[in-house]
């Protein structure tokens, strides 16, 4: 047994992180599966956290076992990401109606009562996919990953291998940044590398305290607030996009169109003050994460 004075190993830490994600990932299929109140959100945040987690500390894992096991979270991933997204729809049609002042029941139906009518049913596909034969599969391959969970260096001090890993996906982060050029595809590889590095970093503060923990504290919050502020913008703008179609629609169907116009507006505005944010969360990184070295 390991004296208190004594520096933690990969085995223990490393052995808790992968326990921990597996654990979290289990504990919160039932309720997406229930549909509980943000029960599929929820499952969704700790399968992207269990595959951040094997794809951080691959180096210091079986990486074949551990990329086999990511692959399979992947695919899973993508399908809590179809119905999540539908979700997100119509919540965030809904705050920008609501923002917008505007309550015609026409526009309340083609925003969010259509995703509403639309989540159901990507739902009840989740629910036959989660009880399928890869399902099974899927959950056997996590246990037998987690129970073989050895580090390739199980007795080497943890703190220079844990610190590592965070410090390599900061720079990932910082790297991703620096090709932003206003497009999406740029912004959603920074935000999935912002969403890495927040949940690698706070998977250390939860198995490690107080290993480097106020340089590991301020990468999670400002990997958060990237990953919220560019979540939250591409959520406005496609809200906009469709806010444009639907009028259209709206207009060719006879409807009163001019509502759209507000809608859009408040949506573009959302998403240009979340993107505002991100450059000062950076910043908060690039500080934090210069402090590992």
Do not use: C, N
């Not at 390739?152 to 965070?166: G, I, Q």
């Not at 990953?227 to 169907?253: F, S």
């Amino acid at each position: 047994m390991r004296r208190p004075q004594e520096s933690p190993t990969l085995g223990e830490v490393l052995g808790e992180i992968v326990r921990r994600a597996a654990d979290e990932v289990e504990a919160t299929l039932p309720a997406a599966v229930a549909d509980e109140p943000d029960g599929v959100h929820q499952h969704r945040v700790r399968v992207r956290r269990l595959r951040s987690v094997l794809r951080g500390f691959r180096d210091a894992l079986d990486a074949r076992a551990a990329e086999r096991v990511r692959v399979a979270y992947v695919e899973w991933g993508r399908q809590l990401g179809v119905v999540r997204d539908i979700e997100v729809r119509a919540e965030v049609a809904a705050e920008m109606l609501e923002r917008a002042e505007i309550d015609d029941p026409d526009v309340q139906r083609r925003l969010v009562g259509s995703e509403q009518e639309a989540y159901s049913v990507a739902h009840q596909r989740l629910v036959e996919l989660a009880s399928s034969p890869r399902a099974e599969e899927r959950a056997r391959l996590l246990r037998e990953f987690v129970d073989a969970a050895i580090p390739v260096e199980p007795d080497r001090e943890a703190e220079e291998v844990l610190v590592a890993a965070v410090a390599r996906q900061a720079r990932r982060v910082e790297k991703a940044e620096s090709r932003l050029d206003g497009t999406d595809a740029r912004y959603h590889a920074l935000r999935k590398a912002a969403r890495r590095m927040r949940y690698v970093a706070e998977s250390v503060t939860d198995a490690a305290p107080g290993l480097r923990t106020k340089e590991m504290e301020a990468l999670v919050e400002a990997g958060d607030d990237i990953h919220d502020a560019l979540g939250a913008h591409r959520d406005a703008m496609l809200l906009a996009q469709r806010v444009d179609h639907e009028a259209a629609v709206a207009g060719r169907a006879g409807e009163l169109s001019h509502a759209y116009d507000r809608i859009a507006e408040v949506a573009r505005d959302e998403a240009a003050e979340r993107l505002d944010e991100v450059p000062q969360a950076m910043r908060r990184l690039e500080a934090a994460a210069s402090r590992l070295s």
